[in-house]
């Protein structure tokens, strides 16, 4: 047995909790879940038959049943005072403990109780070719249906999400949805949820998905100014460097740091008063006979015109005229997006 590090010591040790161990690949996490096994086993009297121990491959499995029975015959060998009778039965047992993977577990549960849910016992796993035949298969009919019943919002959506008249496009859509949902623990009720953001209302923006997805790009991209800034300012600080826009600079960065991100990280209507707040003042003259190198100027003035550009486009993704026109196009779409839920249901 080695000498156990003290976390692996409390890892082995800890009872009656939830426990999460994360450490490096041959760190010792499977010698540690072994271990703590064979104490439930040796110390604590429980059964094997009592445990599920899952992992995520065949070979794991195998490699546990093997390392805990390989435990449990070192006991029996040391006679270490336990009760023998019990060490010799958890041996007996240990060929039908649930040590496997996740999926042959649930596969056993779902043989042992298939009349709970009206399953054929017959049934069996298919294999993915033939379950992507079953799906194209599915589509087809789905789609053939739809086209006879002709609802406008089933059109529209074809007319969206395809080309030149073919469908593939909107096919794809809808397997690759399906699967992505087939992810989610409701798949149904998640798709549901995501179609309702579009009925987004603008008084309501705040809580929604895309305006946190806006302001942290916005934060990206207030991040690229001050970088350009930052830079800008190096400049000015050099050997003949134009030292007169230093101060403009500083100022800039001052307002932008100060000002613009923390506003940003606050929400979008803080965001939309400081942009309209931010003033880039009027650089300062340099004098021509102050000997500043004129390349090192010309490149300081077009990082702060990025700078600048780079604000200014900000403007347009979150200002409410911007905003208004953008919701508006994503409410046009709700009717559409919720047939394509309908689709992939
Ligand atoms: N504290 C320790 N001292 C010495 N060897 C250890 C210690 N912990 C684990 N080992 C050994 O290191 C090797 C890798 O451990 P393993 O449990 O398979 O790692 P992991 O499952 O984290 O990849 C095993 O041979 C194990 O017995
Ligand atoms: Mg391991």
Redesign the pocket.
Known sequence: M????KE?QAAIDARGCNLLVA????????????ERITQLLLKDGVDIDRLLVVTFTNAAAGEMRERIGAALLKAIDEDIGEDSAHLRRQLNLLPKASISTIHSFCMQVIRKYFHVINLDPGFRIGDETECHLLKLEVMEEVLESEYEKGNPNFLGLVERFSDNRQDAALQELVLNLHSFTQSKPFPQAWLEDQVQNFALEMDKLDDSPWVKTLLSSVIIEIQGIVDLLSEALILCEKPFGPEPYRENILDDLQQINGVLMPAARKGLSALQTAWGQINFSRLKTCRKDAGIDEELKKKVRDLRERAKKALAGLGGGILKSGLEQNIKQLNELYPYMQYLCVLVK
């Open positions: 080695p000498n156990w590090t692996q450490a490096a690949a041959g760190s010792g996490k499977t010698a540690v879940l072994v």
